[in-house]
């Protein structure tokens, strides 16, 4: 049973890591059409505008799957240990809120990828439409915008992250107290057995 929630963990992880690095292929393909296509449209002052969001863009995109990758691995790492120090029950659990922070991740890795293409679709639009002036602010709001997902990706990794370790914790706290009660029942009736014992051999004496 633990190799099979192991086996399935590990084709997880593996299925994320495969998701996260098409994503950045396609993310990374759109983003050099658009850059190709900005320096045949328009001026070369305007492109390197552009080239500077196409750079934001690819280092939130980098800075989260880099997040992700990290999230994955450690949840991992907890599920292994759980699955050596923990019963099977335990482990049940801690691969569902494994599969629960995997699905997180996939969408989170989805929405900045569409966050994304929206932003460079905007950009080459307004490029083509309106003057620098508009695209010097529209790279500030992708700045923003980029920081405040790479924090919103940390914030959300970092808090599955803690509650993944608190139901470990928890959790092995209370088997470890069944186990303790489970011993304490268990040499109360073996003392009970003993005095009935000793009880029975002093009435036949």
Aim: charged share 5%; proline share 0%.
């Amino acid at each position: 049973m633990i190799m099979v929630v192991v086996v399935a963990v590990a084709v997880a992880v593996v299925v994320v890591v495969v998701v996260v690095i098409v994503v950045v292929v396609v993310v990374v393909v759109v983003v050099v059409v658009v850059v190709v296509v900005v320096v045949v449209v328009i001026e070369v002052e305007v492109v390197v505008v552009v080239v500077v969001v196409v750079v934001v863009v690819v280092v939130v995109v980098v800075v989260v799957v880099v997040v992700v990758v990290v999230v994955v691995v450690v949840v991992v790492v907890v599920v292994v240990v759980v699955v050596v120090v923990v019963e099977v029950v335990v482990v049940i659990v801690v691969v569902v809120v494994v599969v629960v922070v995997v699905v997180v991740v996939v969408v989170v890795v989805v929405v900045v990828v569409v966050v994304v293409v929206v932003v460079v679709v905007v950009v080459v639009v307004v490029v083509v439409v309106v003057e620098v002036v508009v695209v010097v602010v529209i790279v500030v709001v992708v700045v923003v915008v980029a920081l405040v997902v790479v924090v919103v990706v940390v914030v959300v990794v970092v808090v599955v992250v803690v509650v993944v370790v608190v139901v470990v914790v928890v959790v092995e706290v209370v088997v470890v107290v069944v186990v303790v009660e489970v011993v304490i029942v268990s040499l109360l009736l073996l003392l009970v057995v003993v005095v009935l014992v000793v009880g029975e051999a002093v009435v036949v004496n």
